[in-house]
């Protein structure tokens, strides 16, 4: 079964760092673009950052300079390095990834992992 598990969550101050990892496991062929998105209370789920299987990424305009995705494909990894957290960063942050099994190409995602930044 393929799985995709966040971990790295947790409560910080407003200023501090977490970093959050993506580790993608079962059975499957390769990693497409890989993925961050968050979730806050009352709100939307939004992307943060993603990446390509080339190493380009994409952020969002609000976590610009302030976040760092990266991934290592041979250990199925996937990270953000969140530095200069703000109050407004708080949300359950979610892991998404293209990967393509003996079906072909799906859509997965974690079950999301808590973010609390406190002021």
């Known amino acids: 079964q393929v799985r995709l598990v966040e971990s790295g969550g947790g409560l910080v101050q407003a200023g501090g760092s977490l970093r959050l990892s993506c580790v993608a496991s079962?059975?499957?062929?390769?990693?497409?673009?890989m993925g961050w998105y968050r979730q806050a209370p009352g709100k939307q789920r939004e992307l943060v950052a993603m990446?390509?299987?080339?190493?380009?990424?994409t952020y969002a305009d609000s976590v610009k300079g302030r976040f760092t995705i990266s991934r290592m494909n041979a250990q199925k990894m996937m990270y953000l390095q969140m530095n200069s957290l703000k109050p407004e960063d708080t949300a359950v942050y979610y892991c998404?990834?293209?990967?393509?099994?003996?079906?072909?190409?799906?859509?997965?995602w974690g079950q999301g992992t808590q973010v609390t930044v406190s002021s």
């Open positions: 998404n990834a293209l990967l393509t099994g003996a079906v072909g190409p799906n859509d997965y």
């Open positions: 079962g059975t499957f062929f390769s990693i497409g673009a």
């Open positions: 990446i390509t299987s080339g190493g380009s990424t």
